[in-house]
């Protein structure tokens, strides 16, 4: 009985581990973000510019919603510390693939890759101001300048 609860508990740590999450960029016109808008589309330009990546969101498939800044302002992450998780979870993937196979995982550490694939989902906050914004549901498309 007691294995079986330390198994338990073990399964529900790395159930959590491995789950995916939520991301929230902020969008910081200020500090040359910016976008581009043609037809029913918006296209997120951060900085900074690592490669030539780009968010883009479709409001015929996802509305933007308004909220509150202070319920969201703890998951706000910057675009150089979304790039850095991609690059631990890609890092991760590549690790787990040699020590299962024995050979070396760079097809996880050389991109192109679905970045969305590592997410639950990935959202924009675009500030309005001090207390509010809009939450933009995006996809990441990855491009190599």
């Known amino acids: 009985m007691k294995y079986k609860l330390c198994y338990l508990f073990f399964l529900l740590f790395f159930v959590k581990i491995n789950a995916q999450e939520d991301i929230y960029i902020f969008f910081e016109k200020g500090k040359g973000d910016f976008v581009k808008e043609e037809n029913d589309l918006k296209r997120f330009y951060l900085k900074p510019s690592i490669d030539a990546s780009y968010f883009v969101h479709n409001e015929n498939a996802q509305k933007p919603v308004e909220v509150c800044f202070e319920t969201y302002k703890d998951k706000?992450?910057?675009?150089?510390?979304?790039?850095?998780?991609?690059?631990?979870?890609?890092?991760?993937?590549?690790?787990?693939?040699?020590?299962?196979?024995?050979?070396?995982?760079?097809?996880?550490?050389?991109?192109?890759?679905?970045?969305?694939?590592?997410?639950?989902?990935?959202?924009?906050?675009?500030?309005?101001?001090?207390?509010?914004?809009?939450?933009?549901?995006?996809?990441?498309?990855?491009?190599?300048?």
């Open 76 to 145: 706000m992450i910057s675009k150089r510390e979304a790039n850095e998780l991609v690059m631990g979870k890609l890092e991760s993937k590549a690790q787990k693939f040699e020590e299962e196979t024995g050979l070396k995982g760079n097809i996880y550490r050389n991109p192109p890759y679905d970045y969305n694939a590592l997410f639950k989902s990935v959202y924009i906050y675009f500030k309005i101001d001090s207390l509010k914004g809009t939450l933009y549901e995006v996809h990441w498309n990855y491009a190599i300048e």
